[in-house]
C-alpha cells in the first residue's frame, strides 16, 4: 500500500529551487536583450565602428595606414598605350587602398630597396612598384631602355616617391665599363654574347652602382628583381616584406627567397598580376618524393620542371664590401656572406603569361633558329626551343604549341598536383593589384606623370637631366675605376674584332675569392639528377 500510495503523487520541487530556476532563466532572456541594445546606442552614437561601413568603398581605410583625400583621376597620359589597363573599373574592387600615401616614417626600419634592369611599359612597371610599395619596400633603382626609356614613362616614374631613374646611354656604358665588376674574371665569361647573356652583364653592372645608391640612400636591403616577379612575403606575422626582413637575425647577410612560377589557365591574359593565381612551388618548397614522384606530370613534355630558372632571387644586407653575384646572388669581397633561404616566402615569377611573350623574345634577339645557334643567346633550355618555335612556326603553330606546353587546361591535373603540394593558390597579389587599380591609384601615377612631362623642358633636356642628375654621377663615380682608356665603351653584345682586342687589353683583376663564379639563371633538379643518385 505504501508503494502503492507513494507512486500516485508527482514529485514537487521545493519554493526555494522555483525561484532559483524563474531568476535563470530571467536573465538568460534579459542579457542578450541589453547587450544588444547596448551595441545599437553605441553604433548610433558613434562609439562602435560597424565592420561592413569600415571596409566600404566610401571610407577606404587600411590597418596601419593613414588616408588622405583621394586624389582626382581626371587625366591620363598622352599618347600612352597603357591606361585603359591602369585605369579604374567598372567593376566592384578591393577598397583597402584607396588614398593611400605609400609613405613610411623616417626613422622606421628595414629599409628596403629594388632594383631592376627594364625595358618594360607602363602597365606592367605601375603595378610592380605600387604592389612593392605595399609591402614595404621604400625605394626603387630602375635603370631603364626601351619602352621605359620613353619621355611620357620616365615622366610618370620620376613623379613616384622613393623612384630613381636612370637611362642607359653613352655615358653610363663607358663609366660601367671601368667600374670593378667589369675588371674581375668572375663575371667575364658572359661578355661578348648576345641576348640573355647581355642582359645578365647589364645587370650585374646595374646591380653594381645600385649598391652604391642604396648605401647614400641609408637602405638596410637590397634587392634584384624583375619587373616580371613579385615577392610573396609568405610566414611573416602580417603581409610585409618589412616585418619579415625584420624578424631576420642580425648576423643574417644574405636571404634567398625561393621562386614559385606561374601556372597560366588561359591563354588571352592581359594583366598577369591580377589574372594569375595558380603557381608551380619550388623544389625547396616540396618534398623530395613528391617533386620526383610527379616530376613528368608536372611538366607535361618541357625540358624542364619549370619553364625558366628555379634559383630564386635574394635580399642582401647594405653592408660595406657588398657586390653582386650575377642578377640571383649577392656576394662579398671580404667573406662568404651568411646565407638563409627562407622556407614559406617566395618569389613570384610571372613567365611566358601572355602569347605575345613568344614573339617579344624572337624580337629581341637575332640568333638563328637553329639548335646551336641558339645557345649563344638563352642559357635556360625552354627558351631556346620557345625562340625555336616562335621564329620558324604559323601564327596557329605557335598558339597550339602555347597550350600545349604553357596553359594549364587540363583541370583533373590541376586538382591533383594542387593536392600533392605542387601546385597552389596565391590570391594576395591579385587582390592587392586589383584593389590599387579600383582606388584609382595607377591612373593619379599617369595623370601626375603627365603634369609633370607639361611643366619639363623639351625631350632633349628632359633626357639630358636624367642622365646628368647627381644621384646617377655620383653613383658611377663610386663604382668607377680609374683604369683604361676614357673612350672605352662596354661591349656587351655581339664579339666583334673590336670586342676581341678590348677583352685581350683588360688588365682582369681576381676578385679575393677567384673561385666564385658568377651565378646564372639556373634550373631545378631534373629527373635525370635525380635517378643518378641511384
Known sequence: MAGSSSSSFPYRQPPQQNALASKILLLLTV??????????????????TDPVNRWSPDNGKFPGMSSTNSPSNGHSVTGSDCTDHLARSKG???????????????????????????????EQILPWIYYHKIIGVTNFFLFVEGKAAT?????????????KVVHRTKELEEKQAKSRI??????????????????????????????VMAREANMDWIIHLDTDELLHPAGAREYSLRQLLL????????????NYESAIERDDIKEPFSEVSMFKKNYDHVTKETYFGLYKEATRGNPNYFLTYGNGKAAARVQDHLRPNGAHRWHNYMKTPNEIKLEEAAVLHYTYTKFSDLTSRRDRCGCKPTKEDVKRCFMLEFDRSAF???????????????????????KELNLKLIRKGLLTRIYAPMVIVQGLREAGVFSNALASGH???????????????????SMANSSMASVAQNSGDDKHQVKLG????????QAASRKLREASDGSIAAVPPMAPPSLDSYTADF
Open 31 to 48: 542579457l542578450p536583450l541589453s547587450l544588444a541594445l547596448f551595441a545599437f546606442v553605441l553604433q548610433w552614437r558613434g562609439g562602435l
Open 92 to 122: 566592384p574592387g578591393f577598397p583597402y587602398y584607396k588614398g593611400w600615401t605609400f609613405e613610411f616614417a623616417q626613422d622606421s626600419h628595414p629599409k628596403i630597396c629594388v632594383t631592376t634592369s627594364t625595358s618594360a611599359g607602363l
Open 151 to 163: 619621355s611620357n614613362t620616365s615622366a610618370v616614374l620620376d613623379s613616384i616617391p622613393g623612384v
Open 182 to 211: 667589369w675588371n674581375e674574371t668572375w663575371l667575364s665569361s658572359f661578355f661578348y654574347r648576345p641576348c640573355n647573356y647581355e642582359l645578365f652583364v647589364k645587370q650585374s653592372l646595374n646591380m653594381e652602382m645600385a649598391i
Open 247 to 258: 624578424d631576420v637575425a642580425s648576423d643574417v647577410d644574405m636571404v634567398v627567397f625561393p
Open 388 to 410: 625555336i618555335i616562335a621564329s620558324t612556326a604559323t601564327e596557329d603553330e605557335m598558339h597550339r604549341w602555347y597550350r600545349e606546353r604553357i596553359v594549364w587546361t587540363d
Open 451 to 469: 603634369a609633370l612631362l607639361e611643366k619639363s623642358m623639351s625631350k632633349e633636356q628632359f633626357f639630358s637631366s636624367i642622365s646628368n642628375s
Open 494 to 501: 655581339n664579339k666583334t674584332g673590336e670586342g676581341k682586342s
